[in-house]
T-cell receptor
Framework: TQLLEQSPQFLSIQEGENLTVYCNSSSVFSSLQWYRQEPGEGPVLLVT?????EVKKLKRLTFQFGDARKDSSLHITAAQPGDTGLYLC???????????FGTGTRLQVTL | ETGVTQTPRHLVMGMTNKKSLKCEQH?????MYWYKQSAKKPLELMFV???????ENNSVPSRFSPECPNSSHLFLHLHTLQPEDSALYLCASSLSSGGANYEQYFGPGTRLTVT
């Protein structure tokens, strides 16, 4: 069974701070996705990374896929209250679409 | 409407009731999924349909019965549920369930409470 552990589980920071969320596994994934889920809504896809070592930027969010494709990180610069939500990573096997979802990181950004 | 829609958004049902959740996708995708999201647990895949055919049943109890009449619609029929089945039920779709085209797009979910 593939497992994805995210850390930290909870993070409460003030507006303007930087933060990094980690997603780790002992399994190799062909790709890794990051989602953000706001209360009362479904997860929304933020990015997909497919190449080991790949870095993608989405405004203030920087996503990195580990060289061995077993881990990923999400860095947010100058966090804003609108960044509040549950961040989920999900690893794809590359064949059947049975994504393995991570345990989630709940982020709260306050003024 | 665009994207993935789910109805109802909230549902309260007794343990002896029968109800159905509906999902519709307007993205032209061929694969659809049901997930269960409980507090403090990772998202749990329940069922996968690809071109209307069920390809995954992740050991889901028979009190949950999926139906996929076409690639755009997915139902989850519920009967004799237990209180521990209370959760957010999410529907998702993707272009296909195989190969590299498995980026999934989620609906807003149905918040189910079993009393």
């Amino acid at each position: 069974t593939q497992l994805l552990e995210q850390s930290p589980q909870f993070l409460s920071i003030q507006e303007g701070e930087n933060l990094t969320v980690y997603c780790n596994s002992s399994s190799v994934f062909s790709s890794l996705q990051w989602y953000r889920q706001e209360p009362g809504e479904g997860p929304v896809l933020l990015v997909t990374v497919v190449t080991g070592g790949e870095v993608k930027k989405l405004k203030r969010l920087t996503f990195q896929f580990g060289d061995a494709r077993k881990d990923s990180s999400l860095h947010i610069t100058a966090a804003q209250p609108g960044d509040t939500g549950l961040y989920l990573c999900a690893g794809g096997p590359g064949t059947a679409s049975k994504l393995t979802f991570g345990t989630g990181t709940r982020l709260q950004v306050t003024l | 409407e665009t994207g993935v829609t789910q109805t109802p958004r909230h549902l309260v049902m007794g343990m002896t009731n029968k109800k159905s959740l509906k999902c519709e996708q307007h993205l032209g995708h061929n694969a659809m999924y049901w997930y269960k999201q409980s507090a403090k647990k990772p998202l749990e895949l329940m069922f996968v349909y690809n071109f209307k055919e069920q390809t995954e049943n992740n050991s889901v109890p028979s009190r949950f019965s999926p139906e996929c009449p076409n690639s755009s619609h997915l139902f989850l029929h519920l009967h004799t549920l237990q209180p521990e089945d209370s959760a957010l039920y999410l529907c998702a779709s993707s272009l296909s369930s195989g190969g590299a085209n498995y980026e999934q797009y989620f609906g807003p979910g149905t918040r189910l409470t079993v009393t």
